[in-house]
């Protein structure tokens, strides 16, 4: 079992910065990929970025560029710095981690505002 914590949504205006945080608990050896997903009202869940424990990267291309990825193995934490927020941006952003038992495991989510 897998428990993912998320923290750091809330409401900023348009440009500023939010840094979101999710941090894994539970049983398992190793989380080779974790990542972001964002889920708009009306809209599926998308991809916004992932990394893995060698520090590959993957971004969507709507965040390239503002957004970047990190993670602290050891904490078995994941980190999404997000710059220059547009209002499309808004969402219920989801931590995502997938650990050698091959299993996905889904935080509760945490909302992103970004007001214009």
């Known amino acids: 079992q897998v428990q993912l914590v998320e923290s750091g949504g809330g409401l900023v205006q348009a440009g500023g910065s939010l840094r979101l945080s999710c941090a894994a608990s539970?049983?398992?050896?190793?989380?080779?990929?974790m990542g972001w997903f964002r889920q708009a009202p009306g809209k599926q869940r998308d991809l916004v970025a992932t990394i893995t424990t060698a520090g590959s990267t993957n971004y969507a291309d709507s965040v390239k560029g503002r957004f970047t990825i990190s993670r602290e193995n050891a904490k078995n934490t994941v980190y999404l710095q997000m710059n220059s927020l547009k209002p499309e941006d808004t969402a219920v952003y989801y931590c995502?981690?997938?650990?050698?038992?091959?299993?996905?495991?889904w935080g509760q989510g945490t909302q992103v505002t970004v007001s214009s």
């Open positions: 995502k981690a997938i650990p050698l038992s091959q299993r996905t495991y």
């Open positions: 539970g049983t398992f050896f190793s989380i080779p990929v």
